[in-house]
């Protein structure tokens, strides 16, 4: 039995995360290795002002929600958790002020002011940026550099922020770019090919951006109707109002800006990708659960999962509960109901399901046939009653039942079916299926 501290990756080199950052807590007091502190005050506009006309939705695309959280929501928890950033101000129109302030509170995004934005994206950014230079300066006091970032772009780490950041502290402005997917062409007014632009010599331009906060605040104050109406870049607004040349920083493919409605789907699989990356396996000592916990440990780290055991004789007491997603709670022989029952106390407690949800596989070990009935039957009526429950606390109960056997064939493929179950739920988070047994 591996010690429960170890965990086991799998065997690939595990692919660049591209939602590393919904996992990672930063540490409030050591900056991340290879950079230095952020010794100056930083703040960020979010724009989420827009319409999302792209996405043919009713509901603008930065409230449409996925696994129960509203996209806007984990753009701010990205910048929220970035211990150096103290202040995010939340650009949105009036009529969505009431929608945003209710997030703000049921997701507890502390470090939030909401202001109301304009008719264009840069009008709403010059909302956000006055926001600072008209208030009390006890309440909003003014940064030294403001990160300006589309608030539905809801994927971006620490690490580029802070490269951002000190671009922007030393150069005056900072501004993420990526490689351009297609080629530029320019059209004739007829519609047809007027010329194509040499592609390696473009990069498409992204956010997060950075600026000294006087810097854009006096390129937005000199700004020109025409460029308040139809622009789209503010790296261009301090270059042409304040001769300041934006340094460019190459940003990872996770950039990304949610337009269309199918960029609502990919940000969903991002996140749960993300959180299906972990388990935990909660066993009881008695050989045949020990045994079971070490076989789907192999098997779940075959599939690249990072996989804890750990050895639970006196319930959820003995686990960290805190730094995982997904439990694997084998029960053996009797259904346990009090130890899950206590599971989801703890993580309602801790608010540990608030921002993503968490996933609860209950395995059914039976050991002698004698209990096999009773125990299913016994399981089915109390797990769909305690599912519900769990579900309104962002809490995904699902129930496996296995047989224990000696023959080792037998044996062999109840687990390898328990441990394709537990990853697929762990995986899809599919609400439908809680609260049911199904048979490994
Ligand atoms: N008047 C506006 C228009 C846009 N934005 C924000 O600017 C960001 C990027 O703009 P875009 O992707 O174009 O959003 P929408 O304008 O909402 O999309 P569409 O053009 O499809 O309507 C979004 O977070 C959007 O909410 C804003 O704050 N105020
Ligand atoms: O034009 P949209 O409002 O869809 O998106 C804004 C983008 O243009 C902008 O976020 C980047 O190009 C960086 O300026």
Redesign the pocket.
Known sequence: MRAATQRDRGSAERPVDPGRFLTREADPEEPAAGRGAVDFPVAVV??????????GLST???FCTFLTRPLISYTIQAFERVPWIERIVV?V?KESHSLMTDIVEKFNHAKVKIVH?????H???FCGLQAFAETDESLLHKPKVVIIH???RPFVEEDFLHKITMAAKEQGASGAMRPLVSTVIATTSEGYLDHSLERAKYRASEMPQGFLYDIIYQAYQRCSESDFEFGTECLHLALHYCGTNAKLIEGPPTLW???YKRDLAAAEAVVKETLSQTACVMTEECAESLDLSHKLLKKLSAEDMLVDVIPNPKGVKGVSLTSNRNFIHISVNSSKLAQIAEMVMVLEETNHALLYPVVIVWVLLTVSEQSALSQRCEAASAIMDLARASEQKNILLYGVQINHSKVPEQWERSVTKLSQLAAALIRDRNPILTGQILQA
């Open positions: 979010l724009p989420a002002g827009g319409s999302g006309e792209r996405t603008p695309k930065q650009v129109a934005g304009g008719s264009t994206r009008r709403s950014i589309d608030a539905v800006k949610v337009t």
